[in-house]
């Protein structure tokens, strides 16, 4: 009996070191692809790339540039999540045409073909009003590069937006992608729209 026991210990404890084993490999190979793409960090499995977004919580205007064919404005605000600061994009109210390009970009973006991403933010509206979110080539013709997140809902209350897309049409690793925060046709007179915490991430690996 004794026999028997020590044998079965002796099976369980090995079945135990190949899992452990098993554990180390995986763990291994998702630090060395992390490394070798600029780690970030592992969620729920996941490995994702650094944040390919410069100026994410827009401390000033760098790496961002607006654009409106009619009467609206670009700044910083600190009135953003906790001590976090804002994009203030606001739509005035001066009896001006409101334009039906208004949008809020960052250029030059490093994408990769085939690929899986992740794009996420923070967001409100003082009106509760929507807008539109895109990754596409910088210049003409515009190519979508694989998002295409319209009729966002936004309230007047701080909420994160998350969206996975996979990229398409293009073969080769580019650098010339836009992301735009796009806010016709839905900008109305005296909207206040805020944005902050923008990430766009590569996911590495998964399960």
């Known amino acids: 009996m004794r026999e028997k026991f020590l044998k079965a210990n002796l099976i369980l404890m090995s079945i135990l070191i190949i899992i452990s084993l098993a554990i180390i490999v995986e763990v291994t190979q998702n630090n060395t692809a992390a490394d070798s793409a600029g780690f970030a960090g592992i969620v729920a499995g996941n490995v994702y790339s650094e944040n390919l977004i410069t100026n994410p919580d827009f401390s000033d205007a760098s790496g961002w540039s607006f654009w409106a064919n009619g009467s609206a404005t670009f700044d910083m605000t600190e009135s953003g999540p906790g001590f976090a600061n804002a994009a203030d994009i606001h739509i005035l109210d001066d009896g001006s045409a409101t334009g ?9 973006i490093m994408l990769e073909p085939n690929s899986r991403y992740i794009i996420s933010f923070m967001a409100k509206s003082n009106s509760e009003n929507k807008m539109s979110v895109y990754v596409h080539k910088h210049g003409l013709p515009y190519t979508n590069y694989g998002l295409d997140w319209s009729d966002i809902e936004l ?8 969206k996975e897309f996979t990229t398409e049409d293009f073969f080769d690793t580019i650098f010339d992608a836009r992301l735009k925060f796009w806010f016709a046709p839905y900008a109305t007179p005296g909207e206040i729209y805020y944005i902050t915490n923008v990430s766009l991430v590569k996911m590495i690996s998964y399960p």
């Open 155 to 162: 309230t007047s209350d701080w909420q994160s937006f998350s």
């Open 100 to 108: 039906n390009n208004i949008q809020l970009y960052q250029q030059g």
